[in-house]
């Protein structure tokens, strides 16, 4: 079975659950008091895709997608991008195509994934109004609750890696 290793990068404002959506990727848990991220957190998973071992470093980064905020060093490398926003709070999906832009950047052809997660905190119906207002088409609606469409975003994101 080949062996491959591949650098994941989370990426958003604060408190969009960054933290939560890797600890119930990796460890199946979810703490409901917020757990700041100070410069950077990094955990492994590794998942079985075609007969492939990949080996995921997860780095999930503290704070904004800023180019004044951020050392540039933590995305060096980066094979792939979730870009994580809050379905609750408009202010975090606002600047999604800016953000992406910047990283794009510095990481020109890297596959991501943009995610919108606490989306068990909304009614059917909210979600429903809150969907047209996102700047960008959002591929994965996640629950780092309850776990909902948590691995199947990170499954994708490593086959599309794997694919690259």
Same mark, same amino acid.
């Given at each position: 079975?080949?062996?491959?290793?591949?650098?994941?990068?989370?990426?958003?404002? %604060?408190? @969009?659950?960054?933290?939560?959506?890797?600890?119930?990727?990796?460890?199946?848990? %979810?703490? =409901?008091?917020?757990?700041?991220?100070l410069g @950077?957190?990094?955990?492994?998973?590794?998942?079985?895709?075609?007969?492939?071992?990949?080996?995921?470093?997860?780095?999930?980064?503290?704070?904004? @997608?800023?180019?004044?905020?951020?050392?540039?060093?933590?995305?060096?490398?980066?094979n792939?991008?979730?870009? @994580?926003?809050d379905?609750?709070?408009?202010?975090?999906?606002?600047?999604?195509?800016? =953000?992406?832009?910047?990283?794009?950047?510095?990481?020109?052809?890297?596959?991501?994934?943009?995610?919108?997660?606490k989306? =068990?905190?909304?009614?059917?119906?909210?979600l429903?109004?809150?969907i047209?207002?996102?700047?960008?088409p959002?591929?994965?609606?996640?629950?780092?609750?309850t776990?909902?469409?948590v691995? =199947?975003?990170?499954?994708?994101?490593?086959?599309?890696?794997?694919?690259?």
């Open positions: 079975m080949q062996s491959i290793s591949k650098k994941v990068i989370l990426i958003g404002n %604060f408190g @969009v659950g960054k933290t939560s959506l890797t600890r119930q990727f990796v460890f199946q848990k %979810f703490a =409901d008091e917020y757990l700041t991220t @950077v957190k990094i955990d492994k998973k590794t998942l079985i895709i075609n007969d492939i071992e990949a080996n995921l470093i997860i780095w999930d980064i503290a704070g904004e @997608v800023s180019q004044t905020k951020v050392p540039k060093s933590y995305y060096l490398g980066a792939g991008i979730i870009y @994580v926003f379905l609750t709070r408009p202010s975090t999906f606002k600047h999604i195509a800016e =953000d992406l832009d910047y990283i794009k950047q510095m990481l020109p052809n890297v596959p991501y994934i943009i995610a919108g997660n989306k =068990d905190l909304l009614t059917e119906e909210q429903q109004e809150t047209p207002q996102l700047p960008l959002c591929e994965y609606l996640t629950s780092a609750k776990g909902e469409k691995e =199947d975003m990170f499954y994708d994101l490593t086959k599309k890696m794997i694919s690259k």
